[in-house]
Structure formats: structure tokens, C-alpha cells
Nanobody
């Protein structure tokens, strides 16, 4: 059984940074595409960043240049470093592996 547990969310001022982490168990992240999604209130869940098993990374245009996805295969974790955060980045952020989802972590960007 695959389990994904996100952490690292919180309240940050505009221009600030946060680092989200997703700890996986039951399957190795090294052999799977790992994705970060986010869902703002009243909006659809949207793909933010993903990393392929081969290590290639991709980003939504809205976060390109500000967010960085990475993985630590030894710890079986995936991180999302978020810089230059803006109020429009406010959302619940979810980690995803195939059909498995974490519970989400809230990110709020506000002064």
C-alpha cells in the first residue's frame, strides 16, 4: 500500500519561500513519476511540477523559475522548493504518485 505524506506548508509573506516535502512509503519514488498539484479554493486541482523516473523535471508556466522539484531517493522523499511566493500561490498542495495522493498541505501567502 502506497502512502504519501506531505509537510512543510504554512503562512508566508509575499516574496517569501517555503519548502514542501512528500514522504513516500510502499513504493520507491526513484522508479515513478512524482507530481505536485495544488488546489485553490473554488478552483480545480492543477499540476504544478513533476519529476520523471529518469530525473527530468517539468513545471507549469505559472511557477517556472520560482519553484524547484527534487527528490532524495535514499530518503524516498520528493521536495518542492517554492521561492518568490505570491498570494496567487495560496492553495492546498498535494503530492501524487499514479493513483495515490497525499492528504495535502496548506500554503497561504499573505501579508
Amino acid at each position: 500500500q502506497v502512502q504519501l505524506v506531505e509537510s512543510g506548508g504554512g503562512l508566508v509573506q509575499p516574496g517569501g519561500s517555503l519548502r514542501l516535502s512528500c514522504a513516500a512509503s510502499g513504493s520507491s519514488i526513484r522508479f515513478n513519476t512524482m507530481r505536485w498539484y495544488r488546489q485553490a479554493p473554488g478552483k480545480q486541482r492543477r499540476l504544478v511540477a513533476w519529476i520523471l523516473s529518469g530525473g527530468a523535471t517539468y513545471y507549469a508556466d505559472s511557477v517556472k523559475g520560482r519553484f524547484t522539484i527534487s527528490r532524495d531517493s535514499a530518503k524516498n522523499t520528493v521536495a518542492l522548493q517554492m521561492n518568490s511566493l505570491q498570494p496567487e500561490d495560496t492553495a492546498v498542495y498535494y503530492c501524487n504518485m499514479h493513483e495515490y495522493w497525499g492528504q495535502g498541505t496548506q500554503v497561504t501567502v499573505s501579508s
